[in-house]
């Protein structure tokens, strides 16, 4: 669609079929989304575009806006029955991309819109340890702030923390400490 709204009202006047997709899976509505295309969304999701539809990665267009924190078109997706916790084929849902590419704008809006921030992925992993992997501090600080689990440990027997140091990750391991110091503390109060 490369920013073409024109050219997508030419289509859909001729009958194409919106939700066709390429050999990747993917439709017309994951390219105006990757490119980020309002318009041109808008004008494929008002046409009847399936929000839901995923590419070969099991990726919906929603995990495409959540990588590139294109917030307003996220919003839009939700508004138009993206379903928010979908997983891929990996079990990542949006916010587990969102965090692992520090999308913080789009983790804190799909956090405000329901998602699960310790729902966990394939590697029994949540968004907190991708945010912890990846150094995405400012997704870690949310996320941490609206509940996720930093005791959740996954697959490879390690918590957002472990995976923060072990991959040097200095400026979100010392949040993630921060935090487990301040649940140890909190616990003993009680």
């Known amino acids: 669609m490369y920013n073409c709204k024109q050219a997508a009202e030419v289509l ?12 990747t899976h993917k439709t017309a509505l994951h390219y105006a989304v990757f490119r980020n295309c309002q318009e041109t969304a808008e004008l494929l999701i008002y046409s009847r575009a399936n929000t839901n539809i995923r590419d070969n990665s099991g990726r919906i ?11 307003k078109i996220a919003d839009l997706l939700v508004l138009n029955y993206s379903e928010i916790d979908m997983r891929d084929n990996n079990g990542k849902t949006p916010l587990h991309v969102a965090a692992e590419h520090n999308s913080f704008q789009t983790v804190s809006y799909l956090i405000s819109r329901g998602a699960n921030v310790n729902k966990i992925d394939d590697n029994k992993r949540t968004p907190l340890h991708y945010a912890a992997e990846m150094d995405s501090y400012e997704a870690a600080k949310i996320l941490l702030t609206h509940g996720a689990d930093s005791t959740i440990i996954d ?3 390690q918590s957002p923390l472990d995976v923060a140091v072990f991959y040097e990750k200095e400026k979100t391991a010392e949040l993630l400490l921060l935090n487990t110091e301040t649940q140890s503390n909190i616990q003993v109060i009680n």
Do not use: P
Not at 12 to 23: K, L, T, V, Y
Not at 61 to 71: E, P, Q, W
């Open 61 to 71: 267009a929603l995990h495409m806006a959540a990588i590139f924190d294109f917030k």
């Open 155 to 157: 697959k490879d027997d």
């Open 12 to 23: 859909i006047s001729h009958g194409i079929d919106i939700n066709a997709s390429d050999i």
